[in-house]
């Protein structure tokens, strides 16, 4: 497609269960990043994939929080065992990947509330 | 975390005038980005400027680099209401991938 697209636009969930949050990057794009934003802060960095693998995955929070991207262009992160403080906009870009060159495309978010 | 401080958290100026944002980073880099975001959700990527330049114009934004004191200001000339926004910048750090945001200027552009 045209552009970043990111599955739910909004999800609701009930603390301690699982979800799975989806990204399509722009085709052709080798590097996507998953971001976290909290309301009125900047969006922190979760981790940053390079073709299959996560090159960079320093801002998980935790153990409950994993990303994947088997075939390089899809990736979905995925929530175990979700606490209200999961509660963000979850972001996520993509990049050709040519490092300094580049300014990011980015979806528009999937809103997740925890009750 | 966060990379930085911006200044100021919040602007709010008259269709017209000019609007200038600054941005302070920690590290090192190998370019810094501005990017604007509506209503909370994605980002859009404004400008890029790398660390060897001084200054980088795109319509009506002008971005000003000064690594000696590692901050960056966003000129937005002639301000328009659909500029009402928050603005963010972000920097990639040497000898990493990821951006690193600071934590946003709010501008209101009042008609």
């Known amino acids: 497609g045209a552009g970043v697209s990111q599955t739910p636009s909004n999800k609701v969930t009930e603390k301690g269960k699982y979800v799975e949050l989806r990204c399509d990057p722009i085709?052709?794009?080798?590097?996507l990043y998953w971001y976290r934003q909290s309301l009125g802060q900047g969006p922190e960095f979760l981790i940053y994939?390079?073709?299959?693998?996560?090159?960079?995955d320093s801002g998980l929070p935790n153990d409950r929080f994993f990303a994947v991207r088997p075939e390089g262009s899809v990736s979905t992160l995925k929530i175990q065992r979700t606490e209200r403080g999961d509660s963000a906009v979850y972001l996520c870009?993509?990049?050709?990947?040519?490092?300094?060159?580049?300014?990011?495309?980015f979806g528009s978010g999937t809103r997740l509330t925890v009750v | 975390s966060q990379q930085g401080e911006e200044d100021p958290q919040a602007l709010s100026i008259q269709e017209g005038e000019n609007a200038t944002m600054n941005c302070s980073y920690k590290?090192?880099?190998?370019?810094l980005q501005w990017y604007r975001q509506n209503s909370g959700r994605g980002l859009v990527h404004l400008i890029l400027?790398?660390?060897?330049?001084r200054e980088k114009h795109s319509g009506r934004l002008r971005v000003t680099l000064d690594t000696s004191k590692k901050s960056s200001s966003l000129l937005i000339t002639a301000s328009r209401a659909a500029d009402t926004a928050s603005y963010f910048c972000?920097?990639?750090?040497?000898?990493?991938?990821?951006?690193?945001f600071g934590q946003g200027t709010r501008l209101t552009i009042n008609p």
């Open positions: 870009a993509s990049s050709l990947g040519r490092g300094v060159l580049d300014g990011y495309t």
């Open positions: 400027i790398r660390s060897n330049e």
């Open positions: 994939f390079q073709g299959t693998g996560a090159a960079d």
């Open positions: 590290t090192s880099i190998n370019n």
């Open positions: 085709s052709g794009h080798t590097a």
């Open positions: 972000a920097t990639v750090e040497q000898g990493a991938q990821k951006l690193v």
